[in-house]
């Protein structure tokens, strides 16, 4: 074994790059890092590619940012589709690939074979906790979960999450990069499902749905109250639209798969939604239509 630490991590590998993955990848090249994020589809990481340059040019153009700050860290994030090529000199890497257990065993199988001996093994999964892909590795002390929040470019917490067999090297190092990253990191000492932040939006969406069903209020007032009343800066309806209904569903199910509680079980009208292929946002209608 050999332990991580903070000072050995200059290159950061990110594996998917869809939303989260792409984003976390240009948090950590804006803090300064060389930062690769790597994933099977070409034409996933050429849009990641452009949507990041377009999200700095605006930063530019709203003064947060100097135009070769900008270039700068545009510039220390590579794509690529060579796995093999990426992990060899990889310090941390921060899997962030769909949310199937079994391709990200496959994917902390490899890593494990790939990366430097020195290197930390993350995934930014919000509902497997680490223990299910750690052993895979080969290296389970140097596992964790490093869990960003959407839109990771916006939203300041991490939480870190250790299992049973994290090393107190990995956690300090995992919380101390997220630190640099300009986050601010929580430490979940044990795994359970949903962690803490999804814990409590869950109770929020719960009670939201259960208020809608029973005629109470519209989806539109009780987004409303949230932010009017409680200074929420998004309505529970507004957030699962954003975060997507689909994963909204899968988190109530892998929460479920764990508890055995059928009160974790997606609620009807999300199930609804997602059946008729109402994602949220990214299909353009949720509970709300997007135009
Ligand atoms: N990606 C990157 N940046 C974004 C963005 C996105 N998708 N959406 C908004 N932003 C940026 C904007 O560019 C803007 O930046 P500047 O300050 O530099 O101008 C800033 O965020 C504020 O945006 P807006 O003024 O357009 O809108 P807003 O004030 O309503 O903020 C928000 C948008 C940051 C998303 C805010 O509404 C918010 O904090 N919502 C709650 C989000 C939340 O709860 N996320 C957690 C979801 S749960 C999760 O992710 C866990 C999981 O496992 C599923």
């Not at 300064?32 to 949507?51: C, N, T, W």
């Not at 135009?67 to 941390?92: H, I």
């Not at 596992?143 to 049973?164: D, I, Q, S, T, W």
């Not at 109470?216 to 409303?224: L, N």
């Amino acid at each position: 074994m050999s332990t991580p630490s903070i000072e050995n991590i200059k290159h950061i590998l990110v594996i998917g790059s869809g939303a989260m993955g792409s984003q976390i990848g240009m948090v950590a090249a804006l803090a300064g890092y060389r930062v690769s994020v790597q994933d099977i589809a070409e034409d996933m990481l050429a849009q990641a590619k452009e949507q990041l340059s377009t999200r700095m040019q605006a930063n530019v153009a709203k003064g947060r940012m100097d135009a070769e700050d900008a270039e700068a860290a545009l510039g220390r994030l590579a794509f690529t589709t060579d796995l093999a090529a990426a992990a060899a000199d990889a310090d941390f890497v921060i899997e962030a690939a769909t949310e199937r257990l079994d391709i990200k065993r496959q994917i902390f199988e490899q890593l494990g074979a790939l990366a430097p001996a020195h290197a930390i093994l993350a995934t930014n999964s919000s509902t497997l906790g680490s223990s299910k892909v750690a052993d895979a590795s080969g290296r389970p002390e140097q596992v964790c979960n490093m869990h960003f929040f959407n839109p990771a470019l916006v939203m300041k917490c991490v939480e870190v999450v250790r299992h049973g067999q994290t090393s107190d090297a990995t956690v300090e190092a995992t919380m101390e990069l997220a630190r640099r990253f300009g986050k601010e990191p929580v430490l979940i000492n044990r795994e359970i499902p949903g962690f803490v932040a999804n814990r409590l939006m869950g109770a929020v969406q719960k009670e939201a749905l259960a208020l809608h069903s029973a005629g109470i209020a519209s989806v539109e007032d009780i987004d409303t109250t949230a932010k009017a009343a409680l200074g929420h800066p998004m309505g529970p309806f507004e957030l699962m639209d954003m975060v997507g209904l689909d994963v909204i569903a899968f988190i109530a199910e892998a929460t479920h798969a764990e508890t055995g509680n059928d009160d974790d079980l997606p609620h009807p009208a999300i199930a609804r939604l997602v059946a008729e292929g109402h994602l949220g946002r990214k299909s353009g209608q949720g509970w709300y239509t997007y135009g």
